[in-house]
């Protein structure tokens, strides 16, 4: 089975457990709009890509985990986009959770992601029971506090905060538990595959940074603009557009560095440059180079 | 060392590894001021009875299993409280987390927690690996979708809701999984164990509508009245005083009835009688009494 059917059947699965019998519907509405249809599932794909470099030994494990790491992405965007953080109207082309439900319902879709996340894992296990402890501690990690993309998030409401400091925590921790989670599922050593994951995480922040600069609003599916208008901190606001282009691409660079040696290393660059041409399509650079020419001259 | 020492323990841990180097200081403070002081910790002492009841042969998981719970439950108090559910400026006699630390951080703080609390029970489960799955699964299913705390939550934004089905999952869940997860933790079968906590929960959110209506907001720390305003579903207001507090009386029989035979169950007994006094006080019985009169003539 292709990697995008094993992720869908994976999120499908899990989404058909929340709505049993006796699921309150506008709830059990929200959390599906909040997952289904999904934007590029890019960290499921990479959990499953490396699951399979290291040789995929149990692919259901490898599915969950996949599922587990998109319903926690999923859960993070219903919450950012919240009327007390970005106050997002669209995502992903569509009416956000709060918009289409209301803040009520759109809190507690996100609550209901996150648990539904773990569940998801959990279940998972059956086959490698031994393996879910590790899974956890790493997922937690990555999620929560201290470092996680929770955290990430929190530093938007500190006076100051280091820009790699906060974009490490806020996508990088996601994807790095991407790479570890596909690595563990196969029980293979995460820790050598924590960088890849961690870098081109890092890369995906400045990417969408750039995006929110010079993107066009219609092709990303949500409004551009809103880190100048949040003063949230930003690659773009840190090194100027150019800086901003150069610092991504050293980034792609470091996680392409970064794959372990092994029979799964080219397809995982092949993923990593299709991934970064995905992020920033030629249109886009075109139009941060031409905004960084007018802004220099 | 005693029931309370261990739960505090085993909270201060939890929040220690949150606040390591690193971690944002706003969210931390607010995710400690969401766990301390406590309130009664009446699910983890339910909890460690449980496993003491079955013998308690891991205390670790034990107490990792207690604080989870306590944690799941300090999460949907924060996110109970925020502005677009309960407005609460008041929780435990302190400043809820929203009114303390602004909007953000409760919405995160809530979301910490619930990460907080799975890593808890990963964390705890080091010596009894085996055991985890089915305690994952068993907390997933007691707080997230489709019947859990969460979704008993999501019942308010409901037009229409049938009073069981909303107590049973708001409040009834989380006590069913003390209990569950108590006997789980010793290695024990959880469903026979599952009635007990279920009953006392449904009897603790009755109580909770009891002293809404007829309690005093300076005893109990937060402010009365909230059901009536917010139109809230409630015993009160299905059953009037006098059936709620029969329908109290005959949850706390039947929790009683629950309690499996054998060398723990006197004292589980003993500890519903006491929970049963420290819910409902002879003052507000007496309260509610005269307010039912009053009603009735």
Chains 1, 2 share one sequence.
Do not use: N
Not at 67 to 94: K, N, Q, T, W, Y
Request: aromatic share 4%.
């Amino acid at each position: 089975m292709h990697t995008e059917a094993r992720i869908e059947r994976a999120l499908a699965l899990a989404l058909a457990r929340s709505e049993a019998r006796g699921a309150p519907p506008r709830l059990a509405t929200a959390v599906r709009h909040a997952v289904m249809p999904g934007g590029a599932r890019i960290r499921p794909q990479l959990c499953l890509a490396v699951a399979a470099a290291c040789g995929d030994s149990d692919p259901a494990l490898a599915d969950a985990a996949g599922a587990a790491i998109e319903l926690m992405h999923c859960a993070s965007l219903v919450h950012d986009d919240l009327p007390c953080f970005d106050d997002a109207p669209l995502r992903r082309g569509r009416p956000s959770v709060h918009a289409a439900y209301g803040e009520r319902c759109a809190v507690l879709a996100g609550d209901a992601l996150i648990v539904m996340a773990f569940e998801t894992l959990a279940l998972g296990a059956a086959a490698s029971p031994l393996r879910l402890p590790g899974m956890m501690a790493v997922l937690s990690l990555r999620v929560g506090m201290p470092h996680g993309i929770v955290a990430g998030q929190a530093w938007e409401c500190e006076d100051w905060v280091a820009l790699p400091d906060y974009q490490r925590a806020k996508t990088g921790s996601l994807f790095a538990a991407a790479t570890e989670l596909g690595a563990l599922a196969a029980g293979a050593d995460a820790s050598s595959w924590r960088g890849f994951g961690q870098w081109l995480g890092e890369a995906y922040q400045v990417a969408d940074d750039i995006r929110d600069a010079a993107g066009d609003a219609a092709q990303i599916g949500k409004p551009t603009g809103r880190d100048r208008v949040l003063g949230r901190p930003s690659a773009v606001a840190e090194f100027g557009l150019t800086g901003a282009l150069t610092h991504f691409e050293r980034l792609v660079e470091r996680a392409g560095e970064a794959v372990p040696e092994g029979p799964g290393a080219r397809t995982l660059r092949r993923l990593l440059h299709a991934e970064s041409e995905r992020l920033l399509p030629a249109s886009v650079r075109a139009t941060a180079d031409a905004m960084a020419a007018v802004q220099v001259a």
